[in-house]
């Protein structure tokens, strides 16, 4: 039995549906009762649907939410969480104003934008939150940014990454729920999901050795490095598919469950 299973959620748990299908259910459910522990690394924030997933998941666990920036548990108690600077959240609000393009801005506990556009609200459907309007520079002045997120179409892509700011760190991501949008994260420099899965490992007392991730984009390569027991969607992109194990199945045929099987029988694949 592999003791720990990181799950990632777009693309590998939950697909165009925006939904848990019902045989992952049962194959989380099979695997917590062989004595797996389970917990999600996501890019979402710990609110609305992913934090409804984590409690089902792993109840009692801490999990990795905002990229790696945010690790808590399902009763909003922080483990860790690593806050950008407000200067450089400052100037991507800037810069955003300058392009009229959506930013998203997340602290524990919100996701704020400055104006809601069909784009902004698709996706805060898609994560079940609503998004609070305000202003962007004070919420950087009174409150905790964990993370700041870009939210545009690859047409938009270009201009919004030719802002560059000292001290943070920028993963890109897609979901099979909304196929024409980009998500791109600004964290703290030196944080990603695999600080953070190291930091959850150590706080488990595990070794990461031990431990099964599982993904299928560039986001979730620096917990994939990490583990003992890497494994990729079928539905992966193909630098991972290159470097990693990969599952028969895709995110639409619930591919997940495989690795969870191999988790119980404990073996690599």
């Not at 944080?191 to 190291?198: C, D, L, R, W």
Request: net charge neutral; charged share 20%.
């Amino acid at each position: 039995m592999i003791p720990l299973v990181i799950l990632d959620l777009d693309g590998t748990v939950i697909g165009s549906s925006g939904q848990v299908q019902p045989a992952v259910w049962y194959a989380v459910e099979r695997a917590r009762d062989a004595g797996v522990k389970l917990a999600l690394c996501t890019g979402r924030p710990g609110l609305g649907i992913a934090l409804r997933i984590a409690k089902r998941v792993g109840p009692t666990n801490a999990h990795v939410f905002q990229s790696g920036a945010h690790i808590a548990f399902t009763d909003g108690e922080t483990l860790k969480a690593s806050s950008l600077k407000e200067a450089s959240t400052k100037r991507l609000v800037q810069h955003a104003r300058s392009l009229g393009l959506v930013l998203e801005v997340y602290t524990p506990n919100h996701l704020y934008v400055e104006r809601k556009t069909p784009m902004s609200e698709a996706h805060a459907k898609i994560l079940g939150v609503s998004a609070l309007v305000r202003d962007l520079n004070e919420v950087a002045e009174t409150e905790p940014v964990i993370r700041a997120q870009w939210v545009l179409t690859p047409a938009q892509e270009p201009a919004a990454m030719a802002l560059a700011i000292d001290g943070v760190q920028v993963s890109r991501a897609t979901s099979p729920a909304l196929p024409d949008t980009l998500f791109i994260s600004v964290t703290r420099a030196g944080v990603s999901k695999g600080t953070a899965v190291e930091d959850l490992v150590k706080h488990m007392n595990l070794r990461v050795e031990q431990v099964m991730a599982v993904g299928d984009s560039a986001s979730d390569l620096p917990m994939l490095s990490l583990v003992g027991h890497p494994v990729v969607m079928a539905n992966a992109e193909s630098p991972l598919k290159d470097r990693f194990p990969s599952l028969s199945g895709d995110v639409e045929e619930g591919g997940v469950v495989e690795a969870l099987e191999r988790a119980i029988r404990g073996h690599r694949g």
